[in-house]
C-alpha cells in the first residue's frame, strides 16, 4: 500500500495564480484533511471531508477551496494565490469516527511546499 | 474546545542523555491525546497516544508518555536519546466524544548532540 500520497511536491506560484493540489489514499479512509503547517504554529486545519461528496471547514478555510468526487482523493484549490499562502500542505486521512471504538489516528502525506512570490 | 502548549519550540540535548518534550493541553471533554514526529522533509509519523487505557503509553522507538489529568499534561520522554532521534515533535489534542478533529501543538524541534 502506497498509504497517502500528495501531487505535486513542490511548486512555486506568482501572486494571482491558481493551483490544485492532489491527494490520495489508498487505505480506504471514510476521512480525509487538508492542514497548512507553518513554523512555531504547528499543523492547521483547512478543511475536511467527512465521506465521498461532503466537505466542511476548518480552521483557516478563507483562500481555498476543496472538492471530494471520489473517496480516494481529496483535491485543495488556491483560487488566487497570495504570499501569505506560502506553507507546507499536509493531507491525511483516517477511519470513520465511531464513539465507543478505540481512538482512529491520522495517516499523513509526505507533504507539498508551495511558494508564492 | 482544546489546544495543546509545547513549551520550547526547540530543545537540545546530548547523545544518550533523558529526552523529555513537554505538552500541555486544555479541553472541555476527557481528551484523547497523540504524539507524531516528523522527520527532515517528511509527513508526521504516529510515535504514540492515549486514549483513556493506561496512563503510561509506550510508543515505537522507545519513547513514552504519561497522561497526568491533575497537571492536564502529556510529556513525551526517552530515557536515552540517539542521533536518530533528532526531529520535530507534535503533541495533539482529540475530544473523546466528537470525532476526528485534531488540535496540534506548535511542535517542539529535538537536536542531538554527538
Known amino acids: 500500500n502506497a498509504g497517502v500520497t500528495q501531487t505535486p511536491k513542490f511548486r512555486v506560484l506568482k501572486t494571482g495564480q491558481s493551483m490544485t493540489l492532489l491527494c490520495a489514499q489508498d487505505m480506504n479512509h471514510e476521512y480525509m484533511y487538508w492542514y497548512r503547517q507553518d513554523p512555531g504554529m504547528g499543523l492547521r486545519l483547512i478543511h475536511y471531508?467527512?465521506?465521498?461528496?461532503?466537505?466542511a471547514k476548518g480552521e483557516v478555510p478563507d483562500g481555498y477551496n476543496v472538492s471530494r468526487l471520489k473517496k480516494q482523493n481529496f483535491l485543495l484549490g488556491l483560487e488566487s494565490a497570495a504570499p501569505s499562502q506560502t506553507s507546507v500542505y499536509f493531507c491525511a486521512s483516517s477511519i470513520r469516527w465511531d464513539q465507543g471504538t478505540v481512538s482512529y489516528e491520522q495517516y499523513f502525506g509526505p507533504g507539498t511546499r508551495l511558494t508564492v512570490t | 474546545a482544546q489546544s495543546v502548549t509545547q513549551l520550547g519550540s526547540h530543545v537540545s540535548v546530548s547523545e544518550g542523555a533523558l529526552v523529555l518534550l513537554r505538552c500541555n493541553y486544555s479541553s472541555s471533554v476527557p481528551p484523547y491525546l497523540f504524539w507524531y514526529v516528523q522527520y527532515p522533509n517528511q509527513g508526521l509519523q504516529l510515535l504514540l497516544k492515549?486514549?483513556?487505557?493506561?496512563?503510561l503509553v509506550k510508543g515505537i522507538n522507545g519513547f513514552e508518555a504519561e497522561f497526568k489529568k491533575s497537571e492536564t499534561s502529556f510529556h513525551l520522554t526517552k530515557p536515552s536519546a540517539h542521533m536518530s532521534d533528532a526531529a520535530e515533535y507534535f503533541c495533539?489534542?482529540?475530544?473523546?466524544?466528537?470525532?476526528?478533529?485534531?488540535?496540534f501543538g506548535g511542535g517542539t524541534r529535538l537536536m542531538v548532540k554527538p
Open positions: 492515549y486514549t483513556s487505557a493506561a496512563t
Open positions: 495533539a489534542v482529540s475530544p473523546n466524544n466528537a470525532g476526528n478533529m485534531l488540535t
Open positions: 471531508s467527512v465521506g465521498e461528496g461532503t466537505t
